[in-house]
């Protein structure tokens, strides 16, 4: 059974930072493209960030320089490193996995999703 557990959430002033992660479990992790979605309140789930096995990287235009996906391989993990965070920056955000080296910003094509962990930050 595959799942996926995010953590790091929390409550966070603006400017502040937050590293959030992801362990997987249940599938070979470096065979699939690990990604990020939030969704705030009323909105829909929206791209983040997604890495591929081999450490290529792709962001939303808008969040580009204030957030850096990574993996570890060995540890069947991914990363959400956060900086600069802002009150629009408030959703909950989830952990995704597909599988293979893909190319894709629509949440209906990812395999697997983790439960989200809420990131909240105050003005």
């Known amino acids: 059974q595959v799942q996926l557990v995010e953590s790091g959430g929390g409550l966070v002033q603006a400017g502040g930072s937050l590293r959030l992660s992801c362990a997987a479990s249940?599938?070979?992790?470096?065979?699939?493209?690990m990604g990020w979605f939030r969704q705030a309140p009323g909105k829909e789930r929206e791209f983040v960030a997604r890495?591929?096995?081999?450490?290529?990287?792709f962001y939303a235009d808008l969040l580009k320089g204030r957030f850096t996906i990574s993996r570890d391989n060995t540890k069947n993990t991914a990363y959400l490193q956060m900086n600069s965070l802002r009150p629009e920056d408030t959703a909950v955000y989830y952990c995704?996995?597909?599988?293979?080296?893909?190319?894709?910003?629509?949440?209906?094509?990812?395999?697997?999703w983790g439960q989200g962990t809420q990131v909240t930050v105050s003005s």
């Open positions: 249940g599938l070979t992790f470096s065979s699939y493209t």
């Open positions: 995704t996995a597909i599988r293979g080296v893909v190319a894709t910003v629509v949440p209906g094509l990812y395999d697997y």
């Open positions: 890495i591929w096995s081999g450490g290529r990287t």
